[in-house]
């Protein structure tokens, strides 16, 4: 079994408050908040083309252009693909020592609608593929460039992207002093219901930007296994079959000859079964009511594109009973060689793990198995809903008061993840009440999204030479 999460988190759990904001204090000495202002490639700075490459190595062969095409769109869709790049370049910086449990790929459009098992409509992180623990300024970092990659975006000013990234960061220390002082249960219980959503974006919305929102909830709830089901399926001989639409979903009778579909259908069907039995003992009887009917493989995101990614029909009581589960392929946290390896051996566990410790609440089928492939590999997948209430927002649609909004929130948001499992009291001890650390970032955020535009003038200078392939807009 693998240790207690605590104990690589916190170093004395136990200690009194004013013992866990002294550590947060003395830690400034060796680590003053200005100096997260700095980045500058070190002269030895790994080729992120070769990080690339590195990863498109243990993907499927034919998505890869895909990935490629999809990251040369935008300096911002290469952002979103390049986290392997940015972990590689946020272990060159300064930290305080301090860890917590990181989302790893902390960007904005990370953030999102989701439902609760109440069926309640609440705002949190929705990616969880590189999580690990480690220092807690990295997902800050990725989650303040990310804004300035997006307002640049948007041809926003400099002024204006200061504006929202020194928002952003301020909501996430305020929010770390605030959950400071609240006792453990009542930071386990914070959530951001779309209540809370309206109340916290109110005073920076405009009449516009209220109904986008209210739009962008009433299209989340809509987003269902039902809603699935109807746009992903087909009937076949009187039997629901999910259509093909390749090659970004290619349905198993169109990818393999019949023996092979057999086997590999067979090896899903185990794979269901052992991923049962990672969920709780309720969840695991609901899922007994479905029986397995069909599968695809799906090309998913842009990080993501070459990953083996499936998605499987189960029916329940009868054909009006559809429940579509994704099965994604799980691999080593782009963290791992910088912050150290997973407690789990299991990736799909340490996705899992990550997950359920840093949402307020979590999908009730997130699960993980692993599974023996045709090619005699061993790989881990985790498991959820295909869709279940899922909505985000579209920043090239906002204008810098909507985007600083919705920084705002993602920066509370992160900070209640982080204080679900740092020590949260000597983050905020860290952070203080100035605002040191706020501009530090904002200079940090900018000199990034420029190292993120050399990055991605690389790629797109090495598909035209041919080094790279590219599927285009795939």
Partial sequence: ???????????????????????????????????????????????????????????????????????????????????????????TTRDSGIRAQLCGDAHLLNFGLLASPERNLLFDINDFDETLPGPWEWDVKRLATSFVV???????????????????????????????????????????????????????????????????????????????????????????????????????????PDVEREVLQELFRGLIGRYGRSLPSDRRTLLADFRFVDMARKVVGVGSVGTRCWILLLLGRDGDDPLLLQAKEAGTSVLAPHAGASIYRHQGERVVAGQRLMQAASDIFLGH????????????????????????AEPEDMVPAGMRALGEVCGTTLARAHARSGDRIAIAAYLGRGHAFDRALTYFAEKYADQNERDHRALVDAIRAGRFPSAGNA
């Fill in 150 to 256: 997006a307002g640049r975006a948007n041809g926003f000013t400099d002024r204006e992207r200061a504006d929202i990234v020194l928002a952003t960061v301020r909501s996430y220390r305020e929010s770390m002093v605030r959950f400071a002082g609240m006792r453990n249960l009542d930071v386990w219980y914070a959530r951001i219901d779309i209540d809370g959503l309206r109340t916290l974006t109110s005073g920076q919305l405009a009449k516009r930007g209220r109904r986008n929102l209210a739009r962008t909830a009433s299209k989340a709830r809509r987003r269902d296994s039902l809603q699935a089901f109807d746009r992903l399926t087909e009937t076949v001989d009187g039997r629901p079959r999910i259509a093909a639409d390749p090659p970004l979903l290619v349905p198993v009778a169109d990818l393999l």
């Fill in 369 to 392: 198995a692993r599974v023996d492939g045709m090619d005699g590999r061993r790989r881990d997948f985790y498991v959820r809903q295909l869709r279940d209430w899922k909505g985000r």
């Fill in 1 to 91: 079994m693998p240790q207690d999460t605590t104990s690589i988190l916190r170093t004395a759990p136990h200690a009194t408050p004013e013992q866990r904001a002294a550590r947060g204090k003395a830690a400034r000495r060796g680590t003053p908040r200005s100096s997260h202002a700095e980045f500058e490639p070190p002269a030895d700075r790994p080729d992120p083309l070769g990080i690339l490459e590195a990863q498109s190595a243990t993907r499927v062969p034919e998505f890869v252009p895909i990935r490629y095409g999809r990251m040369t769109e935008s300096p911002f869709r290469f952002y979103r693909g390049a986290a392997a790049i940015m972990a590689s370049d946020l272990a």
